[in-house]
């Protein structure tokens, strides 16, 4: 692994830029179409590209190999389920405050390592981390403006979904030893299995009457916020690491708040950059003491 340049540091906010404006396209997209149809063809463009990127590499995809079982439960667990999880909860919160809830993924993560893995337990820096986090988050539940009666289970809902995410990192650390191409379009393509039926059966999405902006927004989210930021993500941890990689999480809900704002006129309170704050703070003084972090199979102190 190097140390990051101007263009690895570009292609770190590009990321990022991307994937936080992830959010309001997936609001936008949910005006026309049902959840797992959404989700569903933001895999199905995924997976394209990773298709094309294993073959040019010559990578042996193993996904209906011996371990197809553990395959096809991360691709529920890291993909369908919390892609469908998040188009729900976006559908009726800020897509800001979507992103916001997303970027707590590390905290969450924290805590399931924390029960499942031997070598992830929580020291008392790494406790004070999460703690502070997710202290921003209940901040923000006490924002009527943002969190209320009518959407308080969406939030939740996100909240969820991001948690699913961190499950499925659990389980595919199981495959730490096969290559990081072969993992993701291996689960990518289960994702598609999983879906596809589903939304042909309860969603019948050839019913539907799509807006143009929303059906924009939908191939946006599988070319570019799904196969194209995997693509780059692919790219930042071959050449600088997961470490790297990671910082990510500290710029994308800045992102999703400046396309919230800004592009979907949606209202910012004072409590909201409040908790934003806390929340990166948290993040920030957990990753710091995070002993644990792994960059290709060795320890980062």
């Not at 691709?75 to 809830?101: D, E, H, K, Q, R």
Request: charged share 15%; net charge positive.
């Amino acid at each position: 692994m190097r140390e990051a340049n101007s263009f690895d540091l570009s292609l770190l906010i590009l990321l990022a830029v991307i994937w936080g404006s992830a959010f309001f396209n997936i609001k936008i997209a949910t005006y026309s179409y049902e959840p797992i149809t959404l989700a569903l063809v933001r895999v199905i463009f995924a997976s394209i590209p990773l298709l094309l990127l294993c073959k040019l590499k010559e990578i042996k995809i193993e996904a209906f190999g011996d371990n197809w079982k553990l395959f096809a439960l991360i691709g529920l667990c890291n993909i369908s389920i919390p892609f469908v999880l998040i188009a729900i909860g976006t559908s009726m919160i800020n897509s800001y405050l979507a992103a916001i809830l997303m970027s707590t993924t590390p905290l969450s993560g924290s805590l399931l390592a924390h029960f499942f893995l031997k070598d992830e337990k929580l020291s008392l820096p790494k406790s004070l981390g999460v703690l502070i986090g997710f202290s921003g988050i209940v901040l923000l539940f006490f924002d009527k403006v943002i969190i209320n009666s009518e959407n308080y289970l969406y939030a939740l809902i996100t909240i969820l979904g991001s948690t699913f995410y961190c499950i499925g990192g659990l389980l595919t650390l199981k495959l730490k030893y096969k290559k990081n191409e072969n993992v993701t379009t291996s689960t990518t393509l289960w994702s598609v299995i999983f879906l596809l039926p589903l939304s042909l059966i309860i969603e019948t999405p050839w019913n539907s009457s799509p807006t143009l902006a929303s059906t924009i927004s939908l191939l946006y989210l599988g070319v570019v916020a799904t196969g194209f930021a995997w693509l780059i993500r692919f790219r930042i941890l071959t050449v600088n690491g997961l470490v790297f990689q990671t910082q990510v999480a500290y710029l994308i809900p800045i992102f999703g708040i400046f396309f919230g704002y800004f592009l979907m006129n949606e209202i910012i309170t004072w409590r909201v950059l409040v908790s934003l704050v806390i929340i990166l703070t948290g993040i920030y003084i957990f990753k710091k003491n995070n002993k644990g972090l792994k960059e290709n199979g060795k320890r980062v102190d």
